[in-house]
Every structure is written in C-alpha cells, then in structure tokens.
C-alpha cells in the first residue's frame, strides 16, 4: 500500500493546523498549497506549491496534474469557496487515484444555504433561530409577534460572520432588503454561543469525535479565546444532525445555549479555525485522517478530551526570504 | 548595583514580545500584568500579576504597592491609554526607585493629538496629511481647493484605526461632525504605507535603531505581512522628527510614502504591534533596555538589519487550566 501524500489547498494563515498534520504524520507526506506567496501556512511543510486562484478557470485541472506529477493521494482544502469545487470535481480526483477529503456536494451546498439549513433543522425538530427569506414572510411574522425586533440580516449564502448586520427597526430591513435580495432575517439569539469540531470517519460514516468549546472572546470573526467543556447534550444534538447528512472528515460547528435549549446556528464542512483548541486537549483529527487514508476505520472516542482547559491565541509569525519567494513562482 | 526587574504592564495579547524579553534577559526578572487573567502575554513570564483595570482609581496605587512588594525596578507599558496616566505618575515611582519607561506627558499628549501633531509636523517642515479639526475650516479649504474629497475623518484623539472613516461626499462630513465635536478631517493620502520602529536610548536621549518595513496587508488593525526595507530617506526624517521631541525608550511610526515624498501619519510612543519583524531582522530593543536600566548606553546602530525579509503573522494559543487561573486571583 502507498503511503499517503496529502495536499492541503487554501492554506493560508492555517499554520498550526498545518504543523500538527507535520508533526502526527510521521510516514507519509503533507505538502501545502495557496495561490498567494505569502500564505504562512505554506512554509510549514517541506513542499509547497503556488496555485491558481479557486475561481480561475484552469484551477481544477491544474491541481489535477499537480496531483499526478507529485505523486498526491489526498485533497484537502481548508476554505469553504473552494469546498463546492472540490465535491463536484470528485470523480476527475478519484479517476487518478486522488482521494477528495469533502462532504456531498448536496451536504455542501446545505451548509453554505442559510435558508436550507433552517429548513433542515425544522424538519428534523432541532432548534434553530428563526429565520426569513423574502420581506413579506418576515413581515408577516413580525405581525404576527413569532419574531421581534432587533434580528439579525445576513447573506442567505455567505461565509464567516461576513456583513453580517444587527437591525434595529423594520425600515432598516426593508433597505436592505430593497437593496439586495440575496438576504435573510434571523432571529436574535442571545446565550452563550459554543463550537464544536467534530470528525466523522471516511470509511465508516460514524462520528468519532466531538470537541466542545465556549467561545469567551472573538477577534476578526475568529474565537480568540474559547474554553473545553465536555456537553453530553451537544455530543447528542451533533449526533442528531450528522445522521444521513452526507457529512464527512473534518467539521466545525457553531451552536447557542440559550438557557438550556440547544439552537444549531451553522455547520462549516471543513476544520474549523479553533480547531487547534481541540487538538491541545486531545482530539486529533489528522491522526484519524492518516489510518482512514491508509483504509483503516477509527474508533469511536466522543467526549475523551480534557475539559475546563483554555485556548487563549496569539501572533507568532514566519520570515521569509525574498530569495526563497523568488523560487515560490508556480 | 541591582539587576532589573521590568513589569511590563497591559501585557494583553503580546506573547511574543515579552518572548523575546525573556530569552533576551538571561539576568534580571521580567514579569508581567494585566487586569485580565485570559490575556495569553501573562503566561510567557514565570511571575505573572493581575491587576485593577488601567482606569479605576487606585490602579497606580495598587501598580506602586505591587513594585515595592515584588522588587520591580522598571515599568513598561504596551498600550496607549496607559502611557499618559504613567508619564504623570513618574515622580512617584521614582520615589520608590522605579524607573518608568515612558515618554514625558508633553510628548504622549503630542501623539495622542492627531491636530496638534499635525501643527507639530507643519511647524518643523515635515510633510503631513492636510488636517481640519473644524467644520469651518475644512468648508474653506474644499473652497480653495486645498483639499479634496474623499477624505478621512477620524476622531482628533484615536488609537490605532477605531472609528476611522474613508468619507466622499461633504453632507456625509457635516453630518458626522454634527454628532460628535471631537472628530478631524484629513486628506486621503494614496502611496506606500511604512511602519517604523525606533529606539531612544533612555540615557543619551539619541536614537539608535530605525527599522523600516513595507506593510502589505492588514487584519484586525494591525499589520499582517510587511517586508523589511532600508531607507535613508526614513532614517532622516525619523531622526528630524524626534529631535528635542521628548520621545524616549521603544516607539512606533506610521509613514506614508507618496511618489517618493515621506509623510508622516502617526507616532506611538510606545512598542508597536510589529515590532516583532524588527526584532527578526536583528533590531534588539529588549537588549537596549536591559543595557539602559543597567545604566549603560546604547551606540547607534541605525540600518543595521536585514532587508528584504518578509515577514507573515500567523496565529498560536497557549492553554492554561481552570486550575492555575483559579491561583491568578488578584
């Protein structure tokens, strides 16, 4: 059997995450890849390589014979633009013997629509905010007191918490609105909010871990400072969601406590990016990549990591030589 | 004579810094404090204090009782708000055999004041953004054509980029200096931004480090990727600049470099939140202050440092236990 050489694609700033990969897969090889030079997480494995950009026309194909002519087995990208991409491109991967680390492209496409998703959760009973597609439903809603103001409108496709707006009055959502149609209205949650890195086993379809932290502080809509806490509630509700998704590998949740009630708020189909949280405290989902990827199932380990531990983060940085990004020219 | 024992205060999330003040001092004690027992920079130094908040009223207080308790001989701050309070409160930790590495009041008043630095600017022939602090004048100078829109409006007493607003239009500036009397206008400058760290030896009062580095990319307020550059075009104006300024000990400078012409933009009399591409490059500012507090002085060494050197920030975390913050209360 080969041993597997896996390249992660939209590296960016994921430096940590890139060097426990480095430091767990001790046979085998990673390599990393990013259309930017500058992307830090490049410089973490001996081999990296400069890309087109995820919305090039050319990209697919060129990670295609990048693949062939490194000798890659595995993909993994760690940003949601490119995870859609990747899934529908899944059989032109596999046909060169290139494992695709990605959800179904349907599981994708639920996470990345915010109305999908409440429909989702509706339909399987699980709580979610609420939320409204189209000016007249929440108006109606509004009459009716199922939801008062202030909401939260957002993008009903949009990554990361981006223009994301808290609004106050019903004329502000109706300019929005008026604006934009790509729009939803949200409930306003107010509790304390949790992640949750889960992994779920490539070749047995069961979830074998689940991570819970709360999120005490954030920072450039990143969790800066978070705290384990073992939830066997949350280990049920994640449970709950995952069964016959079609999610898979590596993935990043974000839920609301609001005073007991569980509200799935999103799922992010990749690792999430206060998964190194997880990984101090125990739960290593690279390892478990590497025996899936060598055809081995991992076992079940829910809640068997430490809790009460906090992640506070912090700059660290690389330096590189203006010499050595010369030689980065893809 | 006594080695030193350097508090660095408001220590916040500035892990690295104070990294590099530990590997730096092999004798004498560093430690550190902040009123938040979750701030990372605590945890690099073996002897870690928490504290009031910077504004509750007996927070000097409390900092001078703490430095006579624990041998303190030196304090430094890395955070603005907390500069002037400890620029006034000088004599009284002199009294106790503390030295306070900061720049006199006059000078911190001077940073702090964006109109009044630039006045300071205007009246040494150092180009500067064109700056209003009235509604009046900014009119008159659209009027005569002096300036042009869009422009910045900022508040006239503002740390880093908080409420920093790109403005286009004249009724959008009338409204914002209706809501709010403290606010300035300033041109738009398009060029190179440049950040800059220099050392002022706490004893000759010369400067004996300029670093220069090219920012290229921002994130959360502060600079992501920079690149090392050696300008004698900056190291002249940094030291016009400082020249009878009353700035000591580690600063940080914002540059604007327009078709060649250097602007200055804005002075932190403090460490800057890149400092730490400086010191890769070779600029020691934690060795010239244990030098300085050993009262020895420092030779200049402007220039001398890398180039081309590219630096990228990336994130790490440090995990501390339910436990040992249990043991931080203050």
Redesign the interface.
Known sequence: MKTPHLLITSAG????LVDYFVRDWTTGRVSTADCNP????L?MTQHHYIVPKIDEVDYIDHLLRLCQTEKVTAILSLIDPELGLLAEATERFQAIGVTVIVSSHEACQLCFDKYAMYEYCLSRGIAHAQTYHSMESFREALALSEIKLPVFVKPRSGSASIEVRRVETLAEVEQLFAKNSGLIVQELLVGQELGVDAYVDLISGKVTSIFVKEK??M??GET??S?SVVREDVFELVEQVLEHSGLIGPLDFDLFDVDGTLYLSEINPRFGGGY??AY??GVNFPAQLFRNLQHEINPPHIGNYTS???????????????AA?QQMKR
Not at 13 to 16: G, I, T
Not at 38 to 41: D, G, I, Q
Not at 308 to 322: F, R
């Open positions: 700033r994921r430096a940590k500058l992307a830090a997480a410089y005490l502080t920072r450039a800066d400072k705290r190194p949280h101090e405290c009460d531990l906090y992640m506070l983060k912090h700059d660290t940085m690389t330096l590189v030589s203006a990004l």
